[in-house]
C-alpha cells in the first residue's frame, strides 16, 4: 500500500492507493473549481501458466505490461481540456514444442470492489409547484411525456415534474450548485463520465489505413451503435456518439472488442464484468501471440465535474486461463 498526499490552495487530501497485480486504479480529487485526476495502473507483474502435454510442452505466459501514472492537475482537465486518458498494454502468448495443434482458453474481467463515482452530467430547473408532479415513477414519467421530467429537490428524493423551465446558467451545470439554489432542482443523466475501451490485436498485420478506417461507434451511454461503419455516419445517427477508430501500432491493427461504462459500477466477491468470455489461442511447434490495449478514460465534459470530488474508483483487469473444470465467469 502506498499513501499520496495532494495538498493545494488549502484542499489537502490523504488517499490511499491498494497495489494488486494487473491493477487499473483511478482517483479523482476535485477543487474548487474543476477537477483534479490522480491515476494509477500498476499492471507489471507477470503471471506464468505452465502446462505439461502429452507429445511435448507448452507455456502459457500472460504479462500485464508496464505501470502507468497519470496525473491530472487543473492545466490539464479544466473548462477547455479535453479528455484524459490512460493505457495498459497486454499480451498472451502460447509456445509449444508440440507438433498438432495445441489450444488454450481464457477470459478476461474487471472486478470493482470500491467505486464512489457518481454521474455528474444533467440539467437544473426551476422548482415548479408541488401540483406539477404527475406520476410517481421514472418509468411511467418518461414514458408518458417527452417534457416531463425526473428530478430532485435534495439530492435524494426523486419526483416527476411536466415541462418546468430549464436554468441557463454556467454555474448551475452541476447538482451542488444548482441544488444550493432552494429554488431549483436537478435531473441527472446518466452520461458515461468514466470508461474502459478493451482493444485487442490477433497479431496478424495490417495496412495502417486499412486498420484507422475502421472502428466502432458508441452512444454517450456507452453502447455499441450497430450498423454505423464511419466516423461521419455515427455523428450524423447521432452528434452525442462517438466514434472509436482502430489502432495501428507496429504493423499491427486493435480494434474495441468491449466498451464498458464504469462510472458507477461496482461488484461484489465472486462476480466481475466480463470483457471477454472466452477466446483461445493456439500453436503448432512454434508459438502465437494475442495484444490487448486497456484504454481508460474521463471524459470531460467541459462542465464543473465536482460532484466527484474525493471519490475514488478501484479496480482489477484480469486475464485468466479457463481450465475446463472451472465454471464460466458471472457477468
Known amino acids: 500500500m502506498r499513501e499520496i498526499k ?4 488549502g484542499r489537502g487530501n490523504v488517499i490511499l492507493l491498494t497495489v494488486i497485480a494487473i491493477v487499473t486504479m483511478i ?3 476535485v477543487g474548487a473549481t474543476f477537477a483534479y485526476l490522480a491515476s494509477s495502473v500498476q499492471s507489471g507483474d507477470i503471471s506464468n501458466i505452465n502446462a505439461t502435454t502429452e507429445g511435448g510442452s507448452d507455456l502459457l505466459l500472460i504479462n500485464a505490461g508496464e505501470d502507468l501514472s497519470l496525473v491530472a492537475n487543473l492545466d490539464n ?6 479528455n484524459l486518458t490512460g493505457q495498459v498494454d497486454a499480451n498472451v502468448l502460447l509456445q509449444t514444442n508440440n507438433k498438432n495443434e495445441v489450444t488454450y ?23 415548479p409547484a408541488t401540483d406539477a408532479i404527475v406520476v410517481d415513477n421514472q418509468e411511467d414519467c418518461l414514458a408518458d411525456s417527452s417534457s416531463n421530467v425526473w428530478a430532485t429537490v435534495d439530492g435524494t428524493g426523486f419526483a416527476c415534474y411536466a415541462s418546468p423551465t430549464q436554468v441557463v446558467n454556467a454555474f448551475y451545470t452541476n447538482e451542488i450548485t444548482c441544488l444550493s439554489n432552494p429554488n431549483y432542482m436537478w435531473s441527472q443523466s446518466n452520461i458515461a463520465e468514466l470508461v474502459l475501451d478493451l482493444y ?9 489505413a486499412t486498420c484507422e478506417a475502421q472502428g466502432v461507434c458508441v452512444s454517450n451511454t456507452r453502447t455499441i451503435v450497430g ?7 455515427c455523428k450524423s445517427n447521432n452528434p452525442n456518439n462517438t466514434w472509436l477508430p482502430n489502432i495501428s501500432e507496429n504493423g499491427l491493427c486493435y480494434g474495441v472488442i468491449k466498451t464498458a461504462d464504469l462510472t458507477t459500477l461496482t461488484t461484489t466477491e465472486g462476480t466481475n464484468l466480463s470483457l471477454i468470455d472466452s477466446v483461445s489461442i493456439k500453436a503448432t511447434d512454434g508459438q502465437t501471440k494475442h495484444y490487448y490495449k486497456g484504454i481508460v478514460t474521463l471524459i470531460n465534459f467541459g462542465h464543473n465535474q465536482i460532484v466527484n470530488g474525493n471519490k475514488a474508483f478501484n479496480g482489477s483487469l484480469n486475464f485468466e486461463r479457463i481450465i475446463p473444470s472451472q465454471n464460466s465467469v458471472v457477468d
Do not use: H, W
Request: hydrophobic share 30%; glycine share 8%.
Open 27 to 29: 482517483i479523482v480529487v
Open 77 to 82: 482537465f479544466n473548462e477547455t481540456a479535453g
Open 105 to 127: 482458453d481464457y477470459r478476461v474481467y474487471l472486478t470493482v470492489p470500491n467505486n464512489d463515482f457518481e454521474y455528474t452530467s444533467g440539467m437544473c430547473y426551476v422548482k
Open 6 to 9: 495532494k495538498e493545494a490552495d
Open 200 to 208: 485487442q490485436s490477433t497479431g496478424e498485420s495490417v495496412e495502417k
Open 227 to 233: 450498423g454505423v461503419t464511419t466516423s461521419a455516419d
